[in-house]
Every structure is written in C-alpha cells, then in structure tokens.
C-alpha cells in the first residue's frame, strides 16, 4: 500500500533460530475498516454502490485492479484505475491514524524479541508513511528491518520478499510470512519460505484457505503454528 537498503532498518540477523516477516495492512494493524470506509467512500465518488466486509473479503485480489475488474465486469481503464488509486487512498489515510494494532500484537512482538528470535516488517504500503505510523505504535523497535514499497516499485510482495531477505541476509528455510492475503503466501513460495494466513483482514477464511497454507484467526495462533512449520 521505501527504498530497501538505504531506507531499511537495522538489517541482519544473526540468531539461528526462526525469523518471522509480518505483513502491516491487515495483519498487525487492525485497518479493516479503515479499508472498507474508503473503498465506498471512494466507490460513491466514482458513482458504484457500496460494498460489504464480507463481499469484499470474498472478491478482493492482487493486482488491485483485478479487483475491480471482478467488481465492475471489466477492467478499468489506465485513466479510471489511477483515479481510483488516488481517491482510494486519499480516505483511507484519513482514517489509517484512528486505526490500532491487532489485538495481542503488540505483547506478541515484545515476547519474540525478548525470546531472541528475529522478526521483520514488510508491506507494500509506501515506506513514508509506513515507517513513522509503525513507530507511532511504539513497535518499531522489535523488527531488525522494516521495508515498505519504494515509489518505483511495481513488481508486486514477491519481488519485494526477494529484496528483503537478501537485505537481511537470512535463509528462506528459516523463514516465516504471517500475513492476511494471499500474495503474502505467493511471495513466501516465491523464495522458498513457509506462510501462515491471518483471517482478520482482507480476505475470507474460505478464500484464504485455496491458498494452500495454514489458515488462522489469531496473531497468536498464527506464531504458534509459525514455530511448527520451521
């Protein structure tokens, strides 16, 4: 929804044990309803009706404009999908401060970096305005990197995954993507490493689960079947 390297944090790992990369939108920060808010709020400016949690967990994807190709019957045009971008997100940062974490989140971060395992930050919201909102949630501290998109980048998490891990220098066999949408468990396939899919996002359980990955509905779930896998 940065530029790696450089804009990065505290890159490395060092710990031989599980490494953990969470996904923000949806994951960590509870911004369901921010997301909806803005979808209609977005939608009754483009004239289309509203539209449900559940309709939306159900018809939501990436690439985004597949999205709305499954809302509207077609694919929007170049001209109408930046504009839905743009208006899209003009909401949804207005309501994104009002949003807070998942429940458990914070106290789940604390106890694994107290524990001595190593966690990461990776999402495709742009990394200006990802970085402070994480920090202003006071979490920022646990992650030995955090990455959001680079204004350049348009490959999609998985490339963004590669990118991440290399910065991190950390085995894909050691890892872990605990995310809320499919493309989390895309991207962890993508360099060979294991995902779990958290519920209280963008898609349905129902969808989630053609995905392929273990389906949960709690972050602490989702560490609990995270230790299993690696």
Request: one cysteine or more; a negative charge; glycine letters at 10%.
């Amino acid at each position: 929804m940065g530029k790696h390297g450089k804009h990065g944090t505290r890159s490395g790992t060092h710990s031989g044990g599980k490494h953990l990369v969470w996904d923000w939108n949806g994951t960590l920060l509870d911004d369901i309803s921010a997301v909806i808010g803005a979808t209609n709020a977005a939608f009754a400016e483009l004239g289309l009706d509203p539209i449900t949690l559940e309709r939306y967990r159900e018809l939501y994807t990436v690439p985004v404009p597949k999205f709305y190709e499954r809302l509207l019957g077609r694919l929007p045009t170049d001209d109408e999908w930046t504009r839905m971008d743009v208006i899209f997100h003009r909401h949804y940062w207005e309501r994104a401060d009002a949003c807070g974490l998942t429940t458990g989140a914070a106290d789940l971060l604390a106890a694994r970096r107290a524990s001595g395992f190593t966690q990461s930050l990776l999402s495709l919201a742009p990394h200006a305005e990802l970085i402070p909102l994480v920090r202003r949630h006071g979490i920022a501290e646990h992650f030995v990197r955090m990455d959001g998109r680079a204004d350049s980048s348009s490959d999609g998490k998985s490339g963004h995954m590669v990118r991440h891990l290399a910065a991190l220098e950390v085995p894909a066999e050691r890892v872990v993507v605990i995310g809320d949408a499919a493309d989390d468990a895309v991207a962890a396939r993508h360099v060979g490493a294991k995902a779990v899919l958290y519920t209280g996002g963008s898609h349905s359980r129902r969808s989630l689960e053609r995905v392929g990955v273990p389906v949960v509905d709690s972050l602490a779930e989702a560490v609990a079947v995270a230790d299993e896998l690696v």
